[in-house]
């Protein structure tokens, strides 16, 4: 199976065009993918279920599936082996919530909730101190929201890495919330921001990603 940080190098050299994840990103990935091989062994991948052309409208309300969704925590739990091993953050443990705060100034935290919902596993990702919550994975469970495992992981790992990488910003404000990282952005950005997170790389020596423009 190729990685999709493979398929985005190999898009940019295609293309000449856009930013090439370089070699200590790919470094860092690679070593992701061995840790799930490990922590997710029992949580098969699915593909997506699109493939075949447009779903039936009922397939919006329906969730055929509970236990797929595990996939999501035992991704974190690599990407929790993989930067506690490289030394570069701390772990702290209370319930369903755990945070890796880095040892580097100005680097941001991660807050990991893994939660349950009748059966379906999610996990929010919030970064800082205190946590402004990211986003959720899935952002929906239901058949028709699916786009299978990879399309999930992929959203899961630029999540993270953006944080650990240092190309993330937050701007919070009068009840709007922007975020850029290298890959996307949401928003748009509150034109006074009450409080602005912008991450630094957790490691050293590292170079990071250019954000997107903002919206």
């Known amino acids: 199976m190729t990685t999709w940080w493979a398929e985005h190098n190999a898009s940019v050299r295609e293309r000449g065009a856009g930013t090439p994840l370089l070699d200590a990103a790919v470094a860092l990935l690679d070593d992701v993918e061995t840790a799930f091989a490990v922590t997710g062994a029992h949580t098969p991948g699915w593909p997506d279920p699109?493939?075949?052309?447009?779903?039936?409208?009922?397939?919006?309300?329906?969730?055929?599936?509970?236990?797929?969704?595990?996939?999501?925590?035992?991704?974190?739990?690599?990407w929790e082996k993989v930067l506690l091993d490289r030394g570069?953050?701390?772990?702290?443990?209370?319930?369903?919530?755990?945070?890796?705060?880095?040892?580097?100034?100005?680097?941001?935290?991660?807050?990991?909730?893994?939660?349950?919902?009748?059966?379906?596993?999610?996990?929010?990702?919030?970064?800082?101190?205190?946590?402004?919550?990211?986003?959720?994975?899935?952002?929906?469970?239901?058949?028709?929201?699916?786009?299978?495992?990879?399309d999930l992981l992929e959203a899961i790992d630029q999540d993270i890495f953006s944080a650990v990488d240092g190309s993330l910003e937050i701007r919070v404000g009068a009840g709007k919330m922007g975020v850029r990282t290298s890959f996307r952005g949401s928003g748009p950005a509150p034109d006074h921001a009450i409080r602005r997170i912008a991450a630094a790389p957790w490691a050293g020596e590292w170079s990071p990603r250019e954000l997107i423009r903002q919206l």
């Open 50 to 78: 699109h493939d075949g052309g447009p779903l039936p409208e009922e397939a919006y309300g329906r969730l055929t599936d509970t236990r797929r969704y595990a996939i999501v925590a035992v991704r974190e739990a690599a």
């Open 88 to 150: 570069w953050a701390r772990l702290e443990a209370a319930g369903e919530r755990r945070t890796l705060t880095p040892h580097r100034p100005g680097a941001v935290p991660l807050v990991f909730d893994v939660l349950d919902n009748e059966g379906t596993t999610f996990l929010r990702i919030s970064a800082g101190r205190p946590p402004v919550e990211l986003t959720g994975h899935p952002d929906c469970a239901c058949d028709g929201c699916d786009f299978g495992s990879e």
